[in-house]
């Protein structure tokens, strides 16, 4: 499983856990209300950070919208998939910190995720090689 094209669904469960967008109906004129959206809070930010909010505020009844630049969720987590091999490789902040928080919520939409070893581990020691 690719975790951050997984994490890409956990962005978007969050992002629509307020539901359906209310609109108004009237003359839709340069001053109408018709554009406007109504919520408790606006989450600026569609990353782990915003998606995380999204959860916090759904489960305690608030309504929200999430701004976000790009044209889909996830912050800095990407999946780039190689149109040729079709093979998905991973970037951007693929590694979150393992805390009992963080993985509860990956738990809640159900993202694979595995421990690496500490900074200080001999495997992740600098190795230098002499060409």
Known sequence: MHATRT???VFLAAANAAGSVDSDTDAGGPNSTSNV???DVTIIGGGVTGSYAATWLHDRGYSFAVVEKQSNLGGHTQTYTDPA???AIEYGNVFFQDTPKMRDYMQRYNVSFSQIP???DP???IKYYDF
């Open 7 to 9: 994490l890409a669904t």
């Open 37 to 39: 959206l109504t919520r």
């Open 85 to 87: 091999s079709g093979v």
């Open 118 to 120: 500490p900074i200080n």
């Open 123 to 125: 495997s992740h020691a």
